[in-house]
């Protein structure tokens, strides 16, 4: 039994979406989890976190096939970066096509930096995976985060008509960002 | 230098301004770890018959400040007199200003004087020594120093020497004493030379690169024979997460010379560089090891404060020369550290 993580293995209850977020302990996962579940949807959204994948084999099978991966990386934590580098080995490549997300935090604040953004952005290149910046301190932050990644949760669970997440990936705007990882 | 500075656009890349002027470094992938220029040939102006002073830069804890280049600096006799009157005249103004009666710590008078046996290389210029020192009580006695600031800059890179004469690089200023004088003697060179003087972060990764690099000059055990060599052990402090009560700190001290060990296995003996790989194996080498006993990542704290027997300096600036012997590595490394943090202004001509 393959240990990636893959989206169309399962069939998902209807007019449901998926998200998991990975991240190192520390990194404020629920309570950006909490915040997209306060936002109102017309479909019903599943959260599910993680600190590191693979995930422990599924014996119930009842873990609901998942949409949209999120990966959330502190930039004063060095730990955060290094599982989000060896957990994105465990993801198929369908979810490389627009149902994959980095999520900076902490990003503002230079001072306190332990990880590299040329490595953060070198990651979202190879990856070719949007990269957001953003953070959970105040709660109109947490909110617009939490706004931008259930737009592109929408749009991976299928919810809006005539658009596809390869679809908004081809049309990306990419940064181009130069620098090899 | 990983990235070199270019004005103009290359064709094919973004039209928008590109990452080198956005906060963010990018680490180079190896850096020196000893001077260039070698200090036993002392450079070819006139100084062979001053003594140096750089010895008194070291055992003193300074804080660090980064400065533009200033404007129309005077290295002439007449010229530093007379902004020594400008800034005792500027301090006296400050001091008149006091309404809350500060018991004689106000500096009242200062002097700018040239610093013998900093600057180094051919495309350094010569450090200033600035002293405020108080208003001589009687006739004799000499005002007690409240002050003493330096601003210097230490084998400066060759891209970052301004070509405008008009211009003079000095990045580096050290300044010891309190807050009050500090601002104003901040404010005077500001107005008096049309440069902008900020306060220096060292980021925590700055923080690993320093103790991996200057854990190689610690003296190795048969040379330490010599009483000279002070036996100080490694120290850093990293700061623990808000998430966690009741803990705010973990110190971690290594003995010297196991340090010294360590680094021996992990740095390539021949080269004068050191690199980002050797970097991370050291800093990787000491996590490990205080995983396996103590069960704590420190991977996932930020350091605060590195100590060893170089020097000690911790992240809102404080810098303190520990070896007599290793002032100049020190002080160049701090230069690249404030160049790099400093977007390139009037460098090239």
Redesign the interface.
């Known amino acids: 039994m393959s240990k990636l993580l893959s989206t169309f293995n399962k069939v998902s209850a209807p007019n449901t979406a998926t998200v998991l977020l990975v991240g190192a302990e520390g990194t404020s996962k629920h309570k950006l989890a909490e915040a997209m579940l306060n936002i109102d949807t017309d479909f019903n959204l599943n959260m599910l976190t993680a600190s590191s994948l693979p995930l422990p084999k599924d014996e119930s099978d009842s873990r609901p096939p998942v949409n949209f991966v999120v990966f959330v990386i502190d930039l004063s934590n060095v730990l955060s970066m290094t599982i989000v580098e060896s957990s994105v080995k465990y993801l198929d490549v369908d979810y490389f096509l627009g149902r994959c997300c980095f999520v900076v935090m902490k990003a503002e604040d230079p001072d306190n930096q332990n990880v590299e953004m040329m490595a953060v952005t070198g990651l979202s290149d190879v990856y070719q995976s949007p990269m957001l910046c953003g953070d959970v301190k105040t709660i109109r932050n947490c909110q617009c985060l939490a706004r931008k990644l259930l737009s592109m949760v929408e749009i991976a669970g299928g919810f809006k008509f005539g658009v596809t997440p390869l679809l908004i990936d081809a049309t990306r705007n990419t940064f181009n960002f130069e620098e090899e990882l | 230098m990983a990235s070199a500075v270019t004005p103009f656009r290359t064709p094919g890349?973004?039209p928008w301004p590109s990452?080198r002027h956005?906060?963010?470094t990018?680490?180079p992938t190896s850096r020196r770890l000893t001077c260039k220029t070698h200090r036993r040939f002392p450079r070819l102006r006139n100084e062979r018959l001053q003594v140096s002073r750089i010895k008194e830069l070291v055992d003193k804890t300074w804080k660090v400040y980064k400065a533009t280049p200033f404007f129309n600096f005077s290295y002439k006799s007449e010229g530093l007199k007379r902004y020594s009157r400008h800034l005792s005249a500027h301090l006296e103004a400050e001091s008149s200003k006091n309404i809350v009666d500060v018991e004689g710590e106000l500096g009242e008078h200062g002097t700018f004087e040239i610093m013998n046996g900093v600057a180094l290389s051919e495309s350094d210029v010569e450090a200033v020594e600035i002293t405020v020192k108080t208003k001589k009580q009687n006739g004799n006695e000499d005002g007690k120093v409240v002050l003493i600031g330096v601003l210097c800059s230490v084998e400066i890179a060759e891209e970052c020497v301004i070509k405008n004469k008009q211009f003079t690089n000095l990045p580096v200023f050290l300044v010891k004493g309190n807050v009050a004088v500090t601002r104003h003697v901040i404010n005077f060179l500001q107005a008096q030379f049309d440069s902008n003087i900020i306060a220096m972060?060292f980021?925590?990764?700055e923080l690993a690169w320093m103790i991996a690099m200057w854990t190689g000059f610690i003296p190795d055990a048969e040379e330490s024979n010599v009483a000279t060599s002070r036996n100080i052990p490694l120290e850093l402090v990293y700061r623990v997460?808000e998430?966690i009560e009741g803990l705010r700190t973990i110190t971690m001290t290594i003995r010297a010379q196991d340090a010294k060990k360590m680094w021996k296995c992990v740095h390539n003996a021949d080269s004068e560089e050191f690199t980002n790989e050797e970097m991370n194996s050291f800093i990787h080498g000491i996590e490990q090891h205080f995983y396996y006993h103590f069960k704590i990542?420190l991977?996932?704290m930020?350091?605060h404060t590195i100590r060893c027997s170089i020097a000690s300096v911790d992240?809102d600036g404080r810098l303190k020369i520990l070896s007599n012997t290793s002032v100049h590595e020190v002080l160049r490394h701090v230069t690249q550290l404030i160049v790099d943090s400093m977007p390139p202004s009037i460098c090239v001509s």
């Open positions: 890349t973004t990452r956005m906060p963010y990018k680490t972060h980021p925590p990764m997460p998430e990542k991977a996932a930020s350091l992240t």
